[in-house]
């Protein structure tokens, strides 16, 4: 007989533990386990869940162990030094982050008791548990190395001061009636900024407005700065905007709703006035970004999308002072090649209009004729690719986007 992998070899004494104790009742429809024999059954029903995580994908928990050592150190310094109580992020996250082990098999959890009651084999067992780890993995990974490049960019800011709106939303429910649950149909104002000390970090379910995560005020730069991340679409109209920023119309009253599925990774902004930085969307506009950032935290991204879904957004939000691809593992060349030579950082901080899409501009005769032998001339884009890894210092061009020209050369504020 071969010998069981670890994980049957758990789960074989689970059944033996079931077995050995009648009292525990556990059928297609049915589970009972009694309080004197609960204990020993989920550690022996858990340890079949972490022998099959360290058999099948060491590998991913290797990944997710470095990551959540960076993320709770850079935690640790935003709490410690910029007078942050704690960072509130969603429940799965937590998991993940604190504890990866926890976190990443807790997918395993109904597959594991439909194995025990009968309802699938073990073969279905392991092909759906592949699956959902997987899938999980990707979400949560990509979630915790975004939550690590956003403190590490607060840090970088060294504010003095946060600020946010209630996040809870609850007047989704309480307020708009029936006849205004249409998207867009009830208007309001948006609602006030209060300074914080604890970090939300993380959003879910319907939303009246999309305002940012956070407002920082950085006292070296002496402006105010905004990040949103985990963008969702607005269901309400505000009935005032900042006039001092610019607003990308999304859609009108007249179109028929179709939710915008997909955003970018996060996106910054910079104000002299708080309030102007108070919203990011409603629901037909959308103010137009300084930064959009998009964080590659896989392997071969590259050669997976390639930076098609950059150039998109970069083309749909114009931000102002361009696009910065983050990237956790090392880039190919041909990546940077596809979005053109680097502007100058002078430049790049003087646009005020993004760069156009690249576009080929063949040299011609005054008869307007192409020149015999020339190759076609391709405008760079304001779009940067930064290979960060987890070194918070090399985040610093997207601090410095924002800088004058004259100060360029001075340390960046963190």
Avoid at 54 to 60: G, I, W, Y
Avoid at 105 to 117: A, I, Y
Avoid at 295 to 314: D, I, T
Wanted: net charge negative; aromatic share 10%; charged share 25%.
């Amino acid at each position: 007989m071969a010998p069981l992998n670890n994980w049957q070899d758990a789960y074989s004494k689970l059944g033996g533990y079931i077995k050995n104790n009648p009292s525990i009742k556990i059928a297609p429809n049915l589970i009972a386990i009694p309080g004197d024999v609960r204990t020993e059954f989920y550690r022996l029903f858990d340890t079949v869940r972490v022998a099959f995580l360290r058999e099948n994908f060491p590998d991913l928990l290797a990944e997710a162990e470095l990551l959540s050592r960076n993320y709770g150190a850079v935690s640790q310094e935003a709490t410690g030094t910029l007078g942050i109580t704690d960072v509130k992020l969603l429940g799965g996250l937590t998991w993940f982050l604190s504890d990866p082990t926890n976190g990443l098999m807790r997918p395993l959890f109904d597959h594991l008791f439909n194995l025990v009651k009968g309802k699938i084999d073990t073969d279905a067992f392991e092909q759906l548990s592949l699956k959902s780890i997987r899938g999980s993995f990707n979400q949560l990974f990509k979630a915790g190395y975004e939550k690590w490049v956003i403190l590490s960019l607060l840090k970088m800011l060294a504010p003095d001061k946060l600020y946010s709106t209630d996040t809870t939303d609850t007047r989704m429910d309480s307020q708009a009636t029936e006849a205004e649950t249409m998207p867009g149909l009830h208007e309001d104002l948006v609602p006030p900024l209060l300074e914080i000390q604890s970090l939300q970090l993380g959003h879910s379910g319907d939303i009246t407005f999309t305002v940012p995560d956070f407002i920082a005020h950085s006292p070296k730069m002496n402006r105010f700065f905004s990040i949103r991340s985990e963008i969702l679409d607005a269901f309400w109209t505000a009935k005032s905007v900042s006039e001092k920023q610019e607003w990308l119309r999304l859609r009108t009253m007249t179109d028929h709703y179709l939710p915008i599925i997909k955003w970018p990774d996060m996106i910054i902004y910079a104000a002299d006035r708080l309030d102007d930085l108070a919203l990011v969307a409603d629901f037909g506009r959308f103010c137009r970004p300084d930064v959009i950032i998009e964080c590659m935290e896989q392997e071969g991204w590259y050669q997976q999308e390639g930076l098609e879904r950059v150039k998109y957004y970069h083309d749909f939000l114009k931000p102002k002072l361009g696009t910065f691809v983050v990237s956790r593992v090392p880039v190919p060349e041909e990546a940077y090649k596809e979005i053109g030579p680097q502007p100058a950082p002078e430049e790049a901080s003087k646009e005020l209009e993004p760069q156009p899409a690249p576009e080929e501009k063949p040299a011609k005769t005054a008869a307007g004729e192409l020149l015999p032998g020339e190759e076609p001339v391709t405008e760079p884009l304001n779009i940067h690719i930064l290979e960060v890894g987890y070194d918070q210092s090399l985040l610093a061009p997207i601090i410095e986007a924002f800088l004058p020209p004259e100060q360029k050369a001075e340390e960046p504020a963190g």
